[in-house]
């Protein structure tokens, strides 16, 4: 690992498409409206049956203000009155999903996202974590994996001091540019002292993991203030790091539209931001974990990776990939078992159904053979960068090569060009290849169509 990427510009060219992130297969885009709030309680039950560990997601949308850039599902309000609505319906959710579960499932991972969590004052927030612990078997020993997503201009010392009361342990704050023309484009200013005081904090209140999110690409970027960016960034230390490549996509994201496509760096010059960012930080000491993230040596999901237990789910890579996943709240999506859940991504729907009172969700899927087979692979590659065909052979009964026939063809193009390295029992991607890791895990795609890879973002 201590390779773990080798630059290649002509490979770079040659496999960067657009394309899923797995976190999940099938991904979501697969998702229909056949299932229902009957699939998620006998899905329940069979976790309960099977007394399986939990991760707990829970969706808080919210947003004080727009980022511009932003694709994910939230709601821009100033009117803080809004949120105790929704918390009571999350407290409505949560109570018809625990009665299905069993009090010695422990919830492992614990983590809030949106939107914004922070939004929610203090008294919301300590409601909510209550009624949590009532209803879910939490961990008392903050040996949880328990997370937050913060903004740091919507959170200050005593917000940090509560959620380490509350039983949070790792947090996880938006920075995407420190630039401040970059900020005036995409609306979100937010200074260097913000931050820092955040961090400062959670140092200071012994958290155990920081990560930093970051965006190359954004309007008015340049590889020579993105390089500024990184180097500040390494000098707060956190634990992990994203690098996240911005898509721009105003057809599918309204607030993109905010955005003049004028101001956006050129592929040649975005190339460059990612080249001199894996550069400052594996000279900072920092690892590629994959797909945008770089973590310390001594971070867990380095460690994982090392151990071949790292994993991959909606959350993005984690050690908890055995647990059933339970997403809580608008837009939330749920893994349990082979079932994939969302609940309604409308917050009027969402509330109005629980209101009923009856569970929100409105769309999923049901893993088939094929898809547990290929959902392995993907998570394989995707996680430790190489595969052996022998494990997934005697899990799933079947002969790889025969079985993938079909792409072997292009998996040898691949070997040929150094992305991989192939043979009759295993796939090795390369160091050269490992930022393209997403077109090898393309392959094994069987929904994947032309059509459909435009829903996505570009690999690089």
């Not at 998702?31 to 829970?58: E, T």
């Not at 209140?205 to 190359?216: A, C, E, G, H, P």
């Not at 890579?317 to 608008?330: A, E, F, P, R, S």
Request: hydrophobic share 40%; with cysteine; net charge negative.
């Amino acid at each position: 690992m201590l390779d773990a990427i080798r630059w290649d510009a002509d490979l770079i060219r040659r496999y960067d498409q657009a394309g899923p992130r797995y976190t999940s297969y099938p991904t979501a885009v697969q998702f229909h409206d056949g299932i229902g709030s009957f699939d998620m309680l006998h899905a329940l039950k069979d976790s309960r049956k099977a007394l399986r560990p939990l991760s707990l997601y829970v969706h808080v949308p919210f947003c004080a203000n727009i980022c511009y850039y932003c694709a994910c599902n939230k709601v821009i309000t100033k009117d803080r009155g809004r949120a105790l609505p929704y918390v009571e319906r999350l407290e409505r959710e949560i109570a018809l999903i625990s009665r299905h579960l069993d009090d010695r499932q422990v919830v492992e991972q614990l983590h809030f996202g949106g939107g914004t969590p922070t939004f929610l004052s203090h008294d919301e927030l300590r409601q909510l974590m209550g009624v949590i612990r009532q209803h879910f078997h939490l961990l008392d020993d903050d040996s949880g994996d328990y997370g937050i997503e913060i903004d740091p201009r919507e959170a200050d010392w005593s917000t940090m001091g509560l959620l380490r009361e509350l039983g949070f342990n790792r947090i996880s704050l938006g920075v995407q540019d420190l630039d401040p023309e970059v900020q005036r484009a995409v609306n979100r200013l937010q200074t260097l002292e913000e931050t820092r005081a955040i961090i400062d904090a959670a140092h200071t209140l012994q958290f155990r993991s920081i990560n930093l999110d970051l965006i190359y690409g954004l309007p008015k970027q340049t590889p020579e203030s993105f390089a500024r960016t990184v180097e500040e960034i390494i000098r707060l230390q956190p634990d992990r790091l994203s690098v996240f490549n911005y898509a721009h996509l105003p057809e599918r994201f309204m607030p993109q539209r905010r955005i003049n496509a004028e101001d956006l760096p050129s592929p040649a010059q975005k190339l460059a931001m990612l080249h001199n960012s894996i550069e400052q930080l594996t000279a900072a000491g920092y690892r590629y974990i994959g797909m945008d993230h770089f973590a310390l040596p001594d971070d867990e999901l380095a460690i994982a990776q090392e151990d071949g237990r790292l994993q991959r789910n909606f959350q993005g890579y984690t050690t908890h990939g055995h647990c059933d996943l339970i997403g809580l709240g608008v837009s939330a999506i749920s893994q349990i078992g082979d079932l994939y859940s969302q609940n309604s991504s409308d917050l009027t729907v969402y509330q109005d159904t629980l209101d009923a009172p009856e569970l929100p969700v409105r769309r999923g899927l049901h893993c088939n053979a094929d898809d547990r087979v290929r959902r392995e692979v993907i998570q394989r590659l995707i996680c430790e960068f190489e595969l052996q065909f022998a494990p997934i052979e005697q899990e799933f009964g079947i002969v790889f090569r025969d079985y993938f026939a079909d792409v072997w063809p292009d998996l040898q193009q691949m070997a040929r060009d150094g992305l991989i390295s192939l043979s009759d029992s295993s796939i090795d991607i390369k160091p050269a290849g490992r930022l393209l890791a997403r077109s090898v895990c393309m392959l094994f795609d069987r929904y994947l169509s032309e059509q459909s890879r435009q829903r996505f973002s570009r690999v690089i």
